[in-house]
């Protein structure tokens, strides 16, 4: 029996994350992740998708100091994205300076040590862009800084406040792996081939780039400005309900009960109240949605999802749209890194069948 899109179809067996949808629950490595994302650092939870374990002081350290060293763009590198038209999108820029850095000194590296190296350059990349976009001179952050406080610093020039670094990370952690989803698998089918890291990485970019993967947020940034600007959130939610118009935010193609990813920003934002307008506006937003969807959907489970708060996090620090799916993207490649190890250590190259359709043979 054919399943489009292979829905339901186990292709692969994984150590590395399991999402269960009628549960509610995201597991990296045997631990909850919403756990995790509450008591652990960014470098913390990469380096437990990368080897398998939390790391103790040494070796948080040592990573630590390896992600500081790469952060540092190289030559050839800014020449590239030196040569880019303007109006190239943020995503075929990744794409596009993350397959420059192939060469053979970066292939003699562990696979390991070239997935923290894409890791650690990632934010430095959009970065530089936005400063060369902005006509600016692109400044790094003081290299004792941690990942997303480096990024957020990045993005918005100014020092973070505590709040908004901790939720940044925060969405950061849960978005690092999602079981087998595109991307991931796209990046495991690449390695599957023998190719290398950054052909898989590069693999996983291009999907993302969809927005069927990687641009949900943007439609909740919607919804957020026009209940902003209406000033009534019953009103506008129930005239978008009633257009037949889907809720950006709310609901989830696996998870059939609430997003536990959206309940930990939840949680972090409730900390923030008070602290930021659409932070609180999110908040109430969520409330009267939930309220609504439940009497005029009854039955379908349609709760919110981490884009909803996700995009609460990003309008909050002020962040371009442009740059929502190159976060989640710079968050993401821990687990496209972590999967295609995983693949290279006992690989099976991915051929599955297809059932042609085509006209009978003529001759």
Same mark, same amino acid.
């Given at each position: 029996?054919?399943?489009?899109?292979?829905?339901?179809?186990?292709?692969?067996?994984?150590?590395?994350?399991?999402?269960?949808?009628?549960?509610? *629950?995201?597991?990296?490595?045997?631990?909850?992740?919403?756990?995790?994302?509450?008591?652990?650092?960014?470098? *913390?939870?990469?380096?437990?998708?990368?080897?398998?374990?939390?790391?103790?002081?040494?070796?948080?350290?040592?990573?630590?100091?390896?992600?500081?060293?790469?952060?540092?763009?190289?030559?050839?590198?800014?020449?590239?994205?030196?040569?880019?038209?303007?109006?190239?999108?943020?995503?075929?820029?990744?794409?596009?300076?993350?397959?420059?850095?192939?060469?053979?000194?970066?292939?003699?590296?562990?696979?390991?040590?070239?997935?923290?190296?894409?890791?650690?350059?990632?934010?430095?990349?959009?970065?530089?862009?936005?400063?060369?976009?902005?006509?600016?001179?692109?400044?790094?952050?003081?290299?004792?800084?941690?990942?997303?406080?480096?990024?957020?610093?990045?993005?918005?020039?100014?020092?973070?406040?505590?709040?908004?670094?901790?939720?940044?990370?925060?969405?950061?952690?849960?978005?690092?792996?999602?079981?087998?989803?595109?991307?991931?698998?796209?990046?495991?089918?690449?390695?599957?081939?023998?190719?290398?890291?950054?052909?898989?990485?590069?693999?996983?970019?291009?999907?993302?780039?969809?927005?069927?993967?990687?641009?949900?947020?943007?439609?909740?940034?919607?919804?957020?400005?026009?209940?902003?600007?209406?000033?009534?959130?019953?009103?506008?939610?129930?005239?978008?309900?009633?257009?037949?118009?889907?809720?950006?935010?709310?609901?989830?193609?696996?998870?059939?009960?609430?997003?536990?990813?959206?309940?930990?920003?939840?949680?972090?934002?409730?900390?923030?109240?008070?602290?930021?307008?659409?932070?609180?506006?999110?908040?109430?937003?969520?409330?009267?949605?939930?309220?609504?969807?439940?009497?005029?959907?009854?039955?379908?489970?349609?709760?919110?999802?981490? *884009?909803?708060?996700?995009?609460?996090?990003?309008?909050?620090?002020?962040?371009?749209?442009?740059?929502?799916?190159?976060?989640?993207?710079?968050?993401?490649?821990?687990?496209?890194?972590?999967?295609?190890? *995983?693949?290279?250590?006992?690989?099976?190259?991915?051929?599955?069948?297809?059932?042609?359709?085509?006209?009978?043979?003529?001759?």
């Amino acid at each position: 029996m054919i399943q489009p899109g292979l829905k339901g179809v186990i292709a692969t067996e994984t150590a590395i994350s399991h999402v269960d949808g009628e549960r509610g *629950e995201l597991i990296y490595r045997g631990y909850s992740a919403p756990y995790l994302a509450k008591h652990y650092s960014f470098e *913390e939870v990469a380096h437990l998708l990368w080897e398998g374990h939390l790391p103790n002081a040494e070796e948080l350290q040592e990573l630590k100091r390896k992600m500081n060293a790469y952060r540092k763009i190289p030559t050839h590198v800014k020449n590239v994205l030196g040569s880019l038209p303007k109006d190239t999108d943020l995503m075929a820029v990744l794409r596009t300076t993350i397959s420059s850095l192939s060469s053979h000194a970066f292939h003699e590296k562990t696979l390991n040590e070239q997935a923290i190296h894409i890791t650690a350059l990632l934010p430095s990349i959009i970065g530089f862009r936005k400063a060369q976009l902005e006509g600016k001179k692109f400044s790094t952050h003081p290299d004792s800084t941690g990942f997303a406080d480096y990024y957020l610093h990045l993005l918005i020039e100014k020092e973070p406040s505590p709040y908004h670094k901790k939720a940044l990370e925060t969405y950061l952690i849960l978005t690092m792996d999602h079981g087998l989803n595109a991307s991931t698998f796209s990046a495991r089918v690449t390695t599957s081939t023998e190719s290398d890291l950054i052909s898989a990485v590069t693999s996983a970019i291009g999907t993302m780039k969809g927005p069927l993967h990687g641009g949900a947020p943007t439609g909740v940034i919607q919804l957020l400005d026009d209940i902003m600007k209406d000033g009534d959130v019953e009103k506008v939610i129930k005239e978008k309900l009633q257009n037949g118009e889907k809720l950006m935010g709310f609901g989830h193609r696996v998870y059939r009960t609430i997003d536990p990813r959206a309940e930990v920003l939840k949680e972090r934002l409730l900390q923030m109240s008070g602290q930021d307008t659409w932070l609180n506006l999110a908040i109430e937003v969520e409330k009267q949605a939930i309220t609504l969807l439940n009497e005029w959907k009854p039955g379908r489970r349609l709760y919110t999802n981490v *884009e909803f708060y996700a995009a609460a996090i990003m309008k909050s620090v002020q962040m371009k749209p442009a740059y929502f799916t190159p976060t989640f993207t710079a968050s993401r490649v821990v687990g496209w890194t972590a999967h295609s190890l *995983e693949q290279a250590s006992n690989n099976t190259i991915f051929r599955p069948q297809s059932q042609y359709i085509g006209p009978p043979v003529q001759q």
